[in-house]
């Protein structure tokens, strides 16, 4: 049972990941792909949190605890919060771009944007 | 650690100093201030990756931040690695910025001053990205590079098509920042290292599903950067609609990173996982580079928009690049870097002609420019010689890549991959040829055309102004010129070959890293494969030229003599494919993805 727990956050990386890959390539509206992108990405938070999960692991703050006292991974949190920074980024510039392209075109559809293809 | 090696961050942070002050001041600044001080943050870059590059030759140099050295085995800090490779990539990322912005002077529209800002961000990225020696800051500046570039290729949003080609473009390559990211973490949870040296030394040699996973999932989203098929939709979309300086970066440098961080990660990283298999992780490499130089090649001859001509022969080169790495070994990695650095020039050379074509003709469609250009000897004369260049032409750089790949596949036994840098090279000198003759002569039949060609790009630059001022010249003149210089420059080639002996040396790199110490290796060459490269040169020119004439002059000719008329023809399947809608790309991804993974477990098992 601890085993199967303990695998728990990889399959839901996993499960996330496909969901947003499903996402992006059945997509018939911008919003939806960038909201999809950003699911995809969660994949990535839930396993780097996985990686660094330690059962009975305290939190990371080094005060007032007993030296050698088991604690998660800080590093990998470190590493998630910047993809977090990173996420925000990117989403918000595709959002822009989608803002545009229904400004000027007025279509909101990825087979609309298309002008060029071939 | 010297004294010269405490500059070690400065190609980083010059141009992001450089690019607040101009975010910062853009709304005070007219275009004529911007411009200089843009110019100016990326001149000084320059000069600095040049003097860490003329001293890396004598030594490489590790700069840890914070001073938070290395205790015994265990990397505490995050370590800058100035070798000469990394050096080289970061001097060249600076120069060909430093004449993109020369070109753009109040000439290109900036966006309102975003331009030299987010150009001086991917400077920036770069920079860190080839000089880092830590993973997650790879992947770091990867992903700030990939921002940087999508900003910057959706730049001109007046027109539709700029938004499709970012909005795919950002697609794909975010979720190849998100493989490597998972690669990044599986790596991390197998050894518990961040930096790739110590990530290696960690592994030694560990070979099990979750570091094979691992490898697939940072190969794959590093191919996508590198355009590799069936990776490589993006790339004709986004550089069709990036203005001229920016299509110059991500031909010349972005896509060319992407090989060489696949480099970097195996020769330190994987080397001894896949020690035991050299021959299948060869033929898989070997396979996969090959699909890429025949549907880039194909594509580049079929297309009729200059940019995305360029575009595809690109994803061609990158091909010709990844076979040269495929091959394995110092002289092969040494002449994929030798083909790297001579493409460059060559690719930005043809990039700024296309952009003085679309300043001066007003449109960048074959069939609307037929004819346009007669007179404009000097654009025509650079045009030629950079087709040449592709094509792998005597007096080019290219051609001593050509000869170092020659030399490698025999020692290694291997036979028909030169053939497929005569190939390479003749489609996309071909159509190189084929649209200078069309457009600077006015020769033959008219052209034909295709729907992506009739998509109008609006021209980058004011109606008023179409005379071709020396800054117009001086960048593509350069480019091209140091193309054809670099091969009768003496020196570079010595030290391009030891440094790329210690680029594969997984041993030497250690211990340069953990100990500062630079290690004395064996230097590779291949001096007597060069005048076989220069028949094969030749070959491919005359033969580019052949192919060029066969589309022209395809009215004279019998059916059976027309190849290029047959090769521009519809292509259909192939065309569709590129279709336009991010979904389909990333159901290519998802292809490419499951296609490398099974055969790295199966294969490489």
């Known amino acids: ?118 | 650690m010297s004294h010269i090696a405490q500059l070690s961050p400065l190609p980083v942070v010059l141009p992001m100093v450089g690019a607040a002050v101009l975010a910062g001041s853009r709304k005070w600044l007219n275009r004529a201030a911007a411009d200089s001080i843009g110019i100016a943050f990326a001149a000084a870059t320059l000069a600095i990756s040049a003097l860490l590059l003329a001293h890396s030759v004598h030594g490489t140099e590790i700069y840890w931040f914070g001073n938070w050295y290395p205790r015994g085995s265990v990397v505490l800090g995050i370590a800058f690695v100035t070798e000469p490779i990394g050096a080289g990539l970061a001097t060249l990322a600076a120069l060909l910025t430093v004449l993109a912005l020369l070109f753009s002077w109040r000439f290109v529209d900036s966006g309102g001053n975003h331009f030299q800002p987010l150009m001086l961000v991917f400077l920036a990225a770069m920079s860190g990205f080839v000089l880092t020696g830590d993973l997650f800051n790879l992947f770091v500046f990867f992903e700030l590079m990939s921002t940087a570039a999508f900003a910057l290729c959706g730049l001109k949003t007046a027109e539709p098509a700029p938004l499709q080609g970012s909005f795919n473009f950002a697609v794909t390559n975010s979720v190849a920042a998100f493989l490597v990211l998972s690669g990044t973490g599986l790596l991390y949870a197998v050894t518990g290292a961040l930096n790739m040296a110590q990530i290696g030394l960690a592994l030694g040699g560990r070979h099990d599903p979750l570091v094979l996973f691992a490898f697939t999932l940072l190969t794959c989203g590093f191919f996508i950067k590198a355009a590799i098929v069936p990776f490589h939709f993006w790339l004709p979309d986004a550089h069709a609609v990036a203005p001229t300086p920016v299509c110059v970066l991500f031909s010349g440098m972005m896509v060319e990173l992407g090989l060489y961080a696949v480099v970097r990660l195996h020769s330190v990283i994987f080397a001894q996982t896949f020690a035991a298999h050299e021959g299948a992780f060869r033929g898989i490499l070997l396979v996969i580079g090959a699909l890429t130089v025949v549907v880039g090649g194909v594509m580049c001859y079929a297309e009729h928009h200059l940019k995305r001509m360029l575009a595809f022969s690109t994803i061609c080169h990158a091909g010709l690049m990844l076979l040269a790495f495929a091959i394995q070994g110092p002289v092969a990695v040494a002449a994929m870097l030798t083909y790297l650095l001579a493409h460059a020039f060559v690719k930005s050379g043809l990039f700024f002609t296309a952009g003085v074509i679309l300043h001066r003709l007003r449109s960048i469609g074959e069939k609307a420019l037929y004819g346009t250009g007669k007179g404009l000897w000097g654009v025509a004369a650079l045009w030629f010689l950079g087709g040449a260049g592709l094509a792998g032409a005597p007096p080019f750089a290219t051609m001593l890549a050509e000869a170092g790949v020659s030399h490698a596949q025999k020692d290694a036994g291997l036979h028909g991959v030169a053939l497929l840098f005569i190939f390479g090279g003749l489609m996309t000198g071909g159509a190189v040829f084929r649209i200078g003759m069309h457009t600077f002569f006015g020769w033959g039949a008219g052209p034909k055309t295709d729907p992506a060609a009739e998509v109008g790009e609006l021209p980058e630059t004011a109606e008023e102004n179409r005379k071709i001022f020396w800054y117009h010249y001086l960048p593509p003149a350069f480019c091209i010129a140091s193309a054809l210089a670099l091969a009768f420059l003496p020196g570079w080639m010595a030290v391009l070959r030891n440094a790329a002996a210690a680029m594969v040396s997984q041993p030497a790199y250690l211990h340069t890293l953990y100990t500062g110490q630079t290690v004395a290796l064996a230097l590779p060459s291949w001096k007597r494969a060069v005048p076989e490269a220069c028949l094969h040169g030749a070959i491919g020119i005359v033969l580019a030229g052949a192919l060029a004439c066969s589309s022209v002059f395809r009215r004279k000719l019998k059916k059976p003599l027309r190849v290029g008329d047959f090769l521009e023809g519809p292509m259909r399947p192939w065309r569709d494919a590129q279709s336009g809608h991010p979904g389909d790309y990333v159901m290519w991804i998802t292809v490419g993805l499951a296609a490398i993974g099974s055969a790295t477990m199966l294969l490489l098992r």
């Open chain 1, 1 to 118: 049972m601890q085993h199967v727990l303990n695998c728990t956050p990889y399959f839901v990386a996993a499960w996330l990941f496909f969901c947003g890959l499903y996402g992006l390539v059945t997509s018939r509206h911008l919003v939806h792909s960038v909201i999809s992108l950003a699911i995809l990405q969660s994949s990535t938070y839930m396993l780097l949190l996985g990686i660094g999960y330690r059962v009975g692991g305290a939190a990371p703050v080094f005060v007032g605890i007993a030296p050698g006292q088991l604690t998660v991974d800080p590093i990998v949190q470190a590493l998630m919060l910047t993809d977090i920074v990173v996420e925000a980024v990117v989403v918000a510039l595709l959002l822009a771009m989608v803002v545009k392209a229904h400004e000027k075109s007025g279509c909101v559809s990825p087979t609309d944007l298309r002008t060029m293809r071939g």
